[in-house]
Nanobody, 116 residues
């Protein structure tokens, strides 16, 4: 059974930084793409950043470009999201996603709260 487990969320003041980690287990295959999504209260889930496991091509939402960096460790089957200069509007539950062909796998999410 494939499991994605996020960690690293928490509370931070505006301008601060957090690093999210996602560990994949139970897989006998490699994902094609892994990414981070977020869902704020009352809003739809949105893509934050994604990375192709082969080649490392990245994609970012406009709202986080220049502040967030996604990276992967293929040997350890992990993906990370370094979040800098956090803003209150970044407050959300952040979900790890792994995609292989047309199948998506999701973690349970980790809460990030940005407030004074």
């Amino acid at each position: 059974q494939v499991q994605l487990v996020e960690s690293g969320g928490g509370w931070v003041q505006p301008g601060g930084s957090l690093r999210l980690s996602c560990a994949a287990s139970g897989t006998i295959f490699r994902f094609d793409v892994m990414g981070w999504y977020r869902q704020a209260p009352g809003k739809q889930r949105e893509l934050v950043a994604s990375i192709a496991i082969d080649g490392g091509t990245t994609n970012y939402a406009d709202s986080v470009k220049g502040r967030f960096t996604i990276s992967r460790d293929t040997a350890r089957n992990m993906v990370y999201l370094q979040m800098n200069n956090l803003k209150p509007e970044d407050t959300a539950v952040y979900f790890c996603n792994g995609a292989r062909f047309t199948t998506n796998y999701w973690g349970k999410g980790t809460l990030v709260t940005v407030s004074p």
